[in-house]
């Protein structure tokens, strides 16, 4: 199994910035795409910023401009760098990560979710 552990969320004023730490763990043979996600009270989950082993980024319109996410492949992390936030980025925040596995003497694909870390942005 793939377990990923998130840190960093907490409440924050408007305008002030996180930053989130989401590091893997546990058997697989390599990691493809990293992210973060997030769902606020009665929305549905949606993408924040994802990023590639070679480092493709691709991140949400409503974050361009303000987040960063970065990664540290030999580490097997990812982090996210929220800065200028919103009382709309409030949401619990999920890392994600696919990729590949040994089972059963066969390599199989994987996903795994963390179990998310709370955002809170208020005054």
């Known amino acids: 199994q793939v377990q990923l552990v998130e840190s960093g969320g907490g409440l924050v004023q408007p305008g002030g910035s996180l930053r989130l730490s989401c590091a893997a763990s546990g058997s697989f043979f390599s990691i493809n795409a990293m992210g973060w996600y997030r769902q606020a009270p009665g929305k549905q989950r949606e993408l924040v910023a994802t990023?590639?082993?070679?480092?493709?980024?691709n991140y949400a319109d409503s974050v361009k401009g303000r987040f960063t996410i970065s990664r540290d492949n030999a580490k097997n992390t990812v982090n996210l760098q929220m800065n200028s936030l919103k009382p709309e980025d409030t949401a619990l925040y999920y890392c994600?990560?696919?990729?590949?596995?040994?089972?059963?003497?066969?390599?199989?694909?994987?996903?795994?979710w963390g179990q998310g870390t709370q955002v809170t942005v208020s005054s």
């Open positions: 990023i590639t082993s070679i480092g493709t980024i």
């Open positions: 994600n990560a696919d990729g590949s596995r040994w089972y059963e003497g066969r390599l199989t694909d994987f996903g795994s």
